[in-house]
T-cell receptor, first 112, second 115 residues
Framework: AQSVTQLDSQVPVFEEAPVELRCNYSSSVSVYLFWYVQYPNQGLQLLLKYLSGSTLVKGINGFEAEFNKSQTSFHLRKPSVHISDTAEYFCAVMVPGGKLIFGQGTELSVKP | DTAVSQTPKYLVTQMGNDKSIKCEQNLGHDTMYWYKQDSKKFLKIMFSYNNKELIINETVPNRFSPKSPDKAHLNLHINSLELGDSAVYFC??????????????FGEGSRLTVL
């Protein structure tokens, strides 16, 4: 069965520092991978997605992620974070039938 | 002009009651979903409808009954509420032809508290 593991439940970081949020997946078939962001008291919105092609995917708000098939990872990165990036981040994989399976979430807390 | 809107945003009720949450999208999408987010922020799909037809029905107690009167609306009715039903319920939709690409548009959520 396909699953997603987010390795860090909380990531505190100072403003303007780089950040990496880690995500590993398990799958025996081709995967579609996603990162969603949830700001406080809001719904989720899509940050970026990998369906095929280039393994480096760029998303909104300066985020990017790299699909690494050998390491079954899809880590999210940003070179310099802002206070406004404080949110919950979810990695997700699409399984056959069109369902999205979400990871447990990583709380990114950006401090001044 | 909210894209995916849910009502109510907050709902506090007693165990045993029946309640409904409504969802409407004005994006012209064909597929709509209900997700449940528990207190640990874990998100799990409950149901999915495509053009009013049920296509995903996860292992959800039959106290939960979705209804889609048209492709712009997907309501969730819950009978005999239990403490464990307390959660945030998210409605989402996806564009035509892209149901398989994981691009979902979420509402702001409905926080249900069962006392």
């Amino acid at each position: 069965a396909q699953s997603v593991t987010q390795l860090d439940s909380q990531v505190p970081v100072f403003e303007e520092a780089p950040v990496e949020l880690r995500c590993n997946y398990s799958s025996s078939v081709s995967v579609y991978l996603f990162w969603y962001v949830q700001y406080p008291n809001q719904g989720l919105q899509l940050l970026l997605k990998y369906l095929s092609g280039s393994t480096l995917v760029k998303g909104i708000n300066g985020f990017e992620a790299e699909f690494n098939k050998s390491q079954t990872s899809f880590h999210l990165r940003k070179p310099s974070v802002h206070i406004s990036d404080t949110a919950e981040y979810f990695c997700a994989v699409m399984v056959p039938g069109g369902k999205l399976i979400f990871g447990q979430g990583t709380e990114l807390s950006v401090k001044p | 002009d909210t894209a995916v809107s849910q009502t109510p945003k907050y709902l506090v009720t007693q165990m045993g009651n029946d309640k409904s949450i409504k969802c409407e999208q004005n994006l012209g999408h064909d597929t709509m979903y209900w997700y449940k987010q528990d207190s640990k922020k874990f998100l799990k799909i409950m149901f999915s409808y495509n053009n009013k037809e049920l296509i995903i029905n996860e292992t959800v107690p039959n106290r939960f009954s979705p209804k889609s009167p048209d492709k712009a609306h997907l309501n969730l009715h819950i009978n005999s509420l239990e403490l464990g039903d307390s959660a945030v319920y998210f409605c989402a939709s996806s564009p035509p032809g892209r149901e398989g690409t994981g691009e979902l548009f979420f509402g702001e959520g409905s926080r249900l508290t069962v006392l």
